[in-house]
């Protein structure tokens, strides 16, 4: 049966796992400097290793890598800059900081609608695999909200990010709680076509 709607407004931590701060430095010794923005404004910079990065992603090794402009000049100093203007900065910094292995800040977990724009971000960049146990991890923590606001985007996340244990887990509580998740379509997916709606009616 769908939960009555103050349990749909159930309120989630408002704490997250990372916030988007100016500049910082996740790598020393780094080449590349991800410039981040937010509605069309920078708001930080990352210095990073395009090694380290390259051994996370497959996009991010074409690109440093390959034939492509950012690949090239990267052993010169200064760093070279790298705008992602079509990325969340704050998903982009937590996944710098998990595979740079700088985490003693990540102690509490995204929301919903986070996790889901880190799944966007490790789909774009293929880099599921390097982020794979936190996301198992925050998973399983928001697993015991099954009635809180947004609860229906774990299908978007364990689906993009091919985590089928866990995708049956939240489809399951999703099952015992609502009673049509046909209506909660646009939410489910995120704003995106990712997720077929056939899913969703089985």
Partial sequence: MEAPTKKRQLAESSSTAVSTTTDLVLAIRGNV??????????????????????LASPVFDAMFNGS???GQGLSSAPPKKMALPDDDPK???LLCKIVHMQTKDLVQEPSFK????????CDKYRCTESVRWWLRFW????LALPEARNFEKLIFVTYLCDLPQEFEEV?????LHYKDLSKMYPSL???SGYVPMQIVGK
């Fill in 171 to 175: 489809t399951l509580a999703c099952m």
């Fill in 139 to 142: 998973i399983t923590k928001k």
């Fill in 33 to 54: 400097l991800l410039e981040l923005s937010k509605d069309g404004t920078v708001v930080g910079t990352l210095l990073v290793s395009s090694h380290v990065l390259a």
């Fill in 68 to 70: 492509f402009a950012e």
């Fill in 91 to 93: 998903s982009m910094i």
């Fill in 189 to 191: 997916t995120h704003g």
């Fill in 114 to 121: 986070e996790l889901a724009d880190i799944a966007i971000v």
